[in-house]
């Protein structure tokens, strides 16, 4: 199994609000970041590129860039990799969620592009994934009884 990026929790939390919906963290962050995030979330299933992002966040393409990476961790188009991730994530861990469907849900542009950024900010497959998943729901499960 591949080693994943090392992400901060605080991201991967961040990552998962905005995927649910929840904006209050925001405050924290520059108001141009802030922008850029909520940009993010709303539109990750979206073709996105830089150019549309500093656009949303009302700031210099340079500006941005750094302020981003100094606040967050990583630069916008790394954040909107791990949130397309995280997307699949969630929808390879319900019981009938294929790989598939994460690669529509998620916005990359093609099958091979979510696998190979699932492998680098996951460590295995989308497949071994919704493997484990399962396995884990089962073990749950026969623990419950």
Do not use: N
């Amino acid at each position: 199994m591949a080693k994943p990026h090392v992400v901060d929790e605080r991201v991967v939390d961040l990552v998962r609000a905005l995927l649910g919906g929840s904006t209050g963290r925001l405050k924290q962050y520059h108001p141009a970041v802030a922008r850029a995030l909520v940009y993010l979330a709303d539109h990750f299933q979206d073709k996105i590129s830089l150019q549309d992002l500093v656009v949303h966040a009302r700031a210099g393409r340079s500006h941005l860039s750094r302020v981003f990476r100094e606040e967050v961790g990583m630069s916008p188009m790394q954040f909107l990799a791990l949130l397309r991730v995280e997307k699949s994530k969630l929808v390879l861990a319900d019981r009938q969620g294929s790989v598939k469907e994460a690669w529509g849900d998620s916005g990359f542009g093609d099958l091979r592009t979510l696998e190979r950024e699932f492998k680098k900010w996951v460590g295995c497959t989308p497949i071994e994934y919704r493997q484990k998943a399962l396995e884990q729901r089962k073990g749950s499960s026969i623990q419950d009884e």
